[in-house]
């Protein structure tokens, strides 16, 4: 029973595209983060949801959109998809928004032909 | 401006014989740090993590080591076995933020020989 799940694993498209990646977690968990890692492998953090309010939002351009319909979900929008968004994005989830652990989804490849 | 830095992108050693992984830190800021391993095609699992009022922390085989005022930690492995050869990634946070935000560093993949 995984604990943090995405859909889809792999997604490849066209630029100028509008693309979803759907994240659940089962874990009872209040705090749901984006991170993506891109070519040179850094993790870099993109959003953050605390309780369905979004309390982190790293210079992302508003091409993403999250959105938070409950706790246990966190989905991420992309429009307009362009070359440079090719990357792994990565949910994940935590018991709240202190010093805690990260549980990971296992990541979506999304490619940008 | 990377805050979080692992400056050997590979590591290999022998089975049995230690693993040190290496990581360095520049926000005086952080408090809390954490190890995470990565197998290819699965995300980051989290393996130990230390604050930063101790300089030790141990859990089975893996140690992690915290030396504030050369702002660095490192991960022993030992005995290392072929199941560690992984991406292990440093990432450190600042209490403070209450936002659960992480700092990753680029990672370190380190190869176990049977």
């Known amino acids: 029973d995984t604990a943090v799940s995405q859909t889809p694993k792999y997604l490849v498209t066209q630029m100028g595209n509008d693309k979803s990646i759907k994240c659940e977690q089962n874990?009872?968990?209040?705090?749901m983060y984006w991170y993506k890692q891109d070519s040179k492998k850094f993790l870099k953090i993109m959003f953050s949801?605390?309780?369905?309010?979004?309390?982190i939002n790293e210079t992302v351009p508003n091409r993403f959109s999250p959105k938070s319909p409950d706790k246990a979900h966190l989905n991420l929008h992309i429009n307009s998809l362009e070359l440079g968004d090719s990357a792994v994005y990565f949910c994940?989830?935590?018991?709240?928004?202190?010093?805690?652990?990260?549980?990971f989804g296992s990541g979506t490849q999304l490619s940008v032909l | 401006d990377q805050q979080v830095k692992q400056n050997s992108p590979s590591l290999s050693v022998q089975e049995g014989r230690i693993s040190i992984l290496n990581c360095d830190y520049t926000?005086?800021?952080?408090?809390?740090f954490l190890w995470y391993k990565k197998y290819p095609a699965e995300g980051p699992t989290f393996l130990i993590s230390?604050?930063?009022?101790?300089d030790k922390n141990e859990d089975g085989r893996f140690t992690v080591f915290l030396n504030k005022s050369a702002k660095h930690l490192s991960l022993h492995i030992v005995p290392s076995q072929p199941g560690d050869s992984a991406v292990y990634f440093c990432?450190?946070?600042?209490?403070?933020?209450?936002?659960?935000?992480?700092?990753f560093g680029q990672g370190t993949t380190l190869q176990v020989k049977p």
């Open positions: 874990l009872g968990h209040d705090t």
């Open positions: 994940a989830s935590s018991h709240n928004a202190g010093r805690e652990k990260l549980f």
């Open positions: 990432a450190a946070s600042h209490g403070s933020s209450n936002t659960g935000k992480l700092i």
């Open positions: 949801y605390n309780n369905k309010e979004l309390i």
């Open positions: 926000n005086s800021m952080f408090d809390y």
């Open positions: 230390i604050s930063s009022i101790k």
